[in-house]
């Protein structure tokens, strides 16, 4: 199925996605899935995706945790800007662990958890054996970006308890306009290539989880942090703040 791209300044919703990712097993994304997985202190956490086929474990990608507060991760950055070393030893690892699953009989999505000491040393946190949210992170990079750029997701974020949908993409547009015409952000924002903002938990219960694709890590990381301040706000006063306009 030919997968079509986001017009400019289009935000992307779950259930659009279900569609143009129909091999992506959805059943698994809800308030479960969202929950925050705990920080280790002196630990770089990260993960090595995989897919257990019929013929053995294939490689996916790595992908960055991100600390929140300092105790918990709930999002990630993929693909992992660790060292290679690092990350081969990790995905060799992992995909021995892979055939272990295979001979078990799993088929489908699979990763596992890292952490990388500061000696240099690497530990085994757990394995997923379901569809955690780095793996619509991966499946969205290779789908809308062939596979290019950088996915950053949060998992778990703050909303108001009364935020709604409209607000959130209402602002998002302002905010992709923006960083599309003018200098504000400085992110050479190129929609039409298949980045954007995707909102894949729309917001619930005070909670939403959403994903950026873009071009590079600095990229991702400003859009997040606008986006995250924005959802900060309407998690203090429940207001809408509108986009600030650039210059």
């Known amino acids: 199925m030919a997968l079509r791209r986001p017009d400019h300044g289009e935000i992307w919703r779950q259930r659009d996605l279900e569609t143009q990712l129909p091999d992506v097993d959805w059943r698994t994304w809800d308030n479960d899935d969202m929950a925050v997985e705990p920080f280790v202190p002196g630990l770089h956490p990260f993960s090595v995706m995989m897919r257990i086929t019929a013929v053995g474990p294939v490689f996916r990608e790595t992908c960055d945790r991100i600390v929140f507060g300092g105790t918990e991760s709930g999002g990630g950055i993929t693909p992992s800007a660790l060292p290679r070393p690092v990350l081969r030893r990790a995905i060799r690892m992992t995909m021995r662990f892979g055939?272990?699953?295979?001979?078990?009989?799993?088929?489908?999505?699979a990763d596992m958890d890292w952490g990388l000491a500061d000696g240099g040393g690497l530990v085994a946190?757990?394995?997923n054996v379901r569809v955690p949210a780095t793996m619509i992170q991966v499946a969205l990079r290779q789908n809308q970006a062939n596979g290019q750029g950088v996915a950053l997701s949060r998992d778990f974020i703050q909303v108001g308890a009364t935020t709604?949908?409209?607000?959130?993409?209402?602002?998002l547009r302002k905010a992709i306009v923006i960083c599309g015409r003018t200098s504000y952000l400085d992110l050479n924002w190129k929609s039409?290539?298949?980045?954007?903002?995707?909102?894949?938990?729309?917001?619930?219960?005070?909670?939403?989880?959403?994903?950026?694709?873009?071009?590079?890590?600095?990229?991702?990381?400003?859009?997040?942090?606008?986006?995250?301040?924005?959802?900060?706000?309407q998690a203090r006063t429940g207001a809408a703040p509108a986009a600030a306009e650039g210059g």
């Open 125 to 127: 946190f757990e394995s």
């Open 192 to 233: 039409d290539r298949g980045f954007g903002v995707f909102i894949t938990l729309e917001p619930q219960n005070g909670v939403m989880a959403y994903i950026v694709l873009g071009h590079s890590r600095a990229q991702v990381q400003k859009v997040n942090e606008v986006l995250s301040e924005w959802c900060a706000e």
């Open 99 to 109: 055939w272990r699953l295979w001979r078990l009989g799993y088929r489908g999505e």
């Open 164 to 171: 709604s949908i409209d607000e959130v993409t209402n602002f």
